[in-house]
């Protein structure tokens, strides 16, 4: 019997804000790093882009990239190497894991708790069961596992 199989996936302990801000943090620390060879693999062979362009360019690296990061790691294993290394991993409320669907759902979802100057990972700590907006929203949560 696997560590993750003890686990209750529906209904895991829940992280607090610190502990998630902490993996965010470590995930941004990475995503920095990548959207860094992101740019310099376009604009040094190319140069940096001008006119309508630029607009393509500022979309791939600053919403396609961590789209595709964060989903991709959301789907394939329920963990960024941040919620790794804070031990978390994402699920669905029903406990199975997280579909692409799920995934692109919760980044546009955290992108609106975001965007609403953080209030909805603020709501994390007047939420009873510990649930961010984008939590709610997109029907996946986090749990803390071993």
Not at 16 to 22: E, I, N
Not at 70 to 75: E, H, I, K, L, N
Not at 80 to 101: C, E, I, N, P, Q
């Amino acid at each position: 019997m696997s560590k993750e199989s003890s686990v209750d996936l529906a209904h895991g302990p829940v992280p607090g804000l610190l502990r998630r801000l902490a993996a965010i943090f470590y995930d941004g620390l990475l995503l920095l790093a990548l959207l860094f060879v992101a740019t310099a693999v376009i604009t040094l062979p190319l140069g940096s882009p001008g006119g309508g362009l630029l607009l393509v360019f500022q979309f791939f690296i600053f919403e396609i990239i961590p789209l595709l990061f964060f989903t991709g790691f959301w789907t394939w294993g329920g963990q960024t190497l941040g919620m790794r290394a804070w031990r978390l991993k994402l699920v669905r409320f029903d406990g199975g894991d997280a579909s692409w669907g799920d995934a692109f759902k919760r980044h546009l979802a955290a992108l609106l708790s975001l965007l609403v100057f953080g209030l909805g990972f603020i709501w994390i700590l007047v939420d009873p069961e510990k649930l961010a907006w984008h939590d709610r929203l997109s029907r996946t949560r986090l749990i803390i596992v071993d």
